[in-house]
């Protein structure tokens, strides 16, 4: 079975400083790994995906993740914080092995305080 | 590019209307097409799994006869809600996948339909 774990509900931090969204994950197989953004009313915006190879991934909007095996996590990171970065984060994974939907972490907001 | 189109953004109708929800794939042939639906400050539940000229596959507890899905082209698939009752209400969001076998793609998603049923 897959799962994702999202241990923050809320992550604030100061506009300029560094943000770390954490994200855990279970899977059979190797993991297919992504992040997706969620604003008011919106759909879920694609941030980045980890598949193979390099552990530090980088995506939209200076966002990026570091892929560790051994402490299956699969961190969202950036350096420098703006405001409009608020919104809801998702974490997302799926096995390599099959036509399998993707499982979400429950989500952690992250507000950006100017 | 990989835009999915979601509509109507948002139905208010009255209990015991049905109400059809169409998701697009503009700029990709989506293989596979989800729906989603979103409880206010919760996380994402998948409701069924479609592929194009096949009978959806539903995830436990979605009553099929309730949310009938149809993904009749490769661009195409419908959510209906039958006979729509006010624990209905929620946020639905579809979602597209590109290509069979390319399963590293990641999904695309609509912007959603916001159902209140009166």
């Known amino acids: 079975a897959q799962s994702v774990a999202q241990p923050e509900d809320q992550v604030n931090v100061a506009e300029g400083n560094p943000l770390t969204v954490k994200c855990t994950y279970s899977?059979?197989?190797?993991?297919?790994l992504f992040w997706y953004v969620q604003y008011p009313n919106r759909g879920l915006q694609f941030l980045l995906k980890y598949i193979t190879g390099d552990n530090l991934v980088k995506g939209s909007y200076g966002f990026e993740a570091e892929f560790n095996k051994s402490q299956t996590s699969f961190h969202l990171k950036k350096p420098s914080a703006l405001v409009s970065d608020s919104a809801l984060y998702f974490c997302a994974v799926r096995s390599d092995s099959g036509n399998t939907p993707l499982v979400f972490g429950k989500g952690t907001r992250l507000s950006v305080i100017a | 590019g990989a835009v999915v189109s979601q509509h109507p953004s948002r139905v208010i109708c009255k209990s015991g209307t049905s109400v059809k929800i169409e998701c697009r794939s503009l700029?990709?042939?989506?293989?596979?097409m989800f729906w989603y639906r979103q409880f206010p400050k919760q996380s994402l539940m998948l409701m069924a799994t479609s592929n194009e000229g096949s009978k959806a596959t539903y995830e436990q507890g979605v009553e099929k006869d309730k949310f009938l899905i149809n993904h009749a082209s490769l661009t195409l698939s419908t959510l209906t809600v039958t006979s729509a009752h006010p624990e209905d209400s929620s946020f639905y969001i579809c979602s597209a996948r590109a290509e069979v076998g390319r399963y590293f793609q990641p999904q695309h998603f609509g912007d959603g339909t916001r159902l209140s049923i009166l």
């Open positions: 899977v059979s197989g190797n993991p297919y």
């Open positions: 700029d990709f042939q989506a293989t596979t």
